[in-house]
């Protein structure tokens, strides 16, 4: 399936490189719906990497890339259920999201993606996968979890720990902060900055760029600076869960869901 | 502890909030909530806050405008990172 149109996110081939938009009105929340899509992605791109030599993961949207996980959705399965089952739902979810997201960070070609505004939590996670994270000025980056009481369950510790240096993995997650595109890329966490909108375009320069070079080479090179952290992943879920079960959740959830105020997204 | 802002900083701040958000800069006082006079979101205020960093070559940690609503506070943790 070379072209999708999807409700959260939609993908089609542009000269040589596999472009998914992110498209879910009002932030690219992921959620259900958006999970179905994904792992429908991650199902056709065996398929498509054979017709292409990068992907292009970018949003539509102007508020930004992805403000993270569907929060509201969170809440309401929680409000739903018994805590047994919402836990297992909880669970199940993040196996979901951790199979999508190792299938992009091990996909077999360049992957790039191409941030602006809101680059927050899940969003951020997204990201991550990718080899290379281009920004636009407009970019800021968040891992908000332990305001909620909880931390990144997309699989964000790992790979930032991957990336970065430990002493700035710890000041982002246990301040919850956000941060600007210079200080992504002063702490290496971003290679390249575009200027406002610019962000695809430049990504795209990126991908014409590799496409230059043997696709089987760049795979072997790609897996052998990359690897993939199975087993801080799984224990990621399993510390999320254990978290997510405590009432300060269940607090913090209905905090930012019955929030009337302009402020939600910050501390 | 936040230090006094200059008032060429709060000036920049202000003109710079009338031009991307396309209010009359006439219309912005330095003590009002900005949240509803600049008619913003907490996602607007992000974006505010990363224009303010570029401007001023300055890092300001979101939780630093924890409570803060209006342009002269805003100023004042913005002039003690200059």
């Known amino acids: 399936m070379n072209e999708f ?3 959260t996110l939609s993908w089609q081939i542009v000269n040589g490189a596999i472009e998914l938009a992110l498209h879910r009105d009002p932030c690219n929340e992921i959620g259900s719906l958006t999970l179905e899509e994904l792992e429908k992605f991650a199902t056709a791109l065996p ?27 969170l809440f309401q399965r929680g409000q739903e259920l018994d805590k047994a089952a919402a836990l297992r739902g909880v669970r199940e979810f993040l196996e979901r999201i951790h199979s999508v997201m190792n299938a992009l960070d091990a996909a077999p070609l360049t992957t790039i993606a191409a941030v602006h505004g809101v ?20 970019a800021r980056f968040c891992f908000p979890e332990l305001r909620l009481g909880l931390i990144p ?9 991957r990336d970065l240096g430990n002493a700035v993995v710890r000041d982002l997650l246990l301040t919850g902060r956000s941060f600007n595109v210079m200080k992504a890329q002063q702490i290496g966490l971003v290679s ?34 990359k690897p993939i952290p199975y087993a801080e992943l799984k224990r990621e879920i399993d510390i999320f869960c254990d978290l997510y079960s405590r009432p300060t959740v269940e607090e913090g959830l209905r905090r930012f869901v019955e929030n009337e105020g302009p402020q939600p997204y910050l501390p | 502890m936040s230090v006094p802002a200059s008032d060429h900083t709060l000036n920049e701040i202000l003109n710079l909030a009338a031009a991307h958000f396309k209010v009359p800069r006439e219309k912005l006082s330095p003590d009002e909530d900005f949240f509803k006079t600049l008619g913003i979101d907490s996602l607007q205020a992000l974006d505010l806050l990363t224009r303010l960093e570029h401007h001023f070559s300055i890092e300001l940690p979101d939780y630093e405008l924890q409570g803060v609503s209006d342009f002269r506070t805003l100023a004042n943790r913005i002039q003690a990172r200059l």
């Open chain 1, 5 to 7: 149109k999807g409700r």
């Open chain 1, 47 to 73: 398929l498509l990497a054979n017709d292409a030599h990068a992907l292009i993961i970018h949003s539509t949207l102007k508020a930004g890339f992805s403000a993270g996980a569907d929060l509201r959705e």
């Open chain 1, 119 to 138: 680059t927050f939590g899940g969003g951020f996670e997204l990201a991550l996968v990718c080899d290379i994270i281009v920004a636009d000025r407009m």
């Open chain 1, 153 to 161: 369950g997309f699989g964000g510790i790992p790979r930032l720990k």
């Open chain 1, 192 to 225: 390249q900055i575009a200027a406002e909108g610019e962000a695809l375009r430049i990504a795209r320069a990126t991908a014409s760029q590799v496409g230059k070079f043997d696709g089987r080479t760049a795979a072997a090179a790609k897996e052998f600076m």
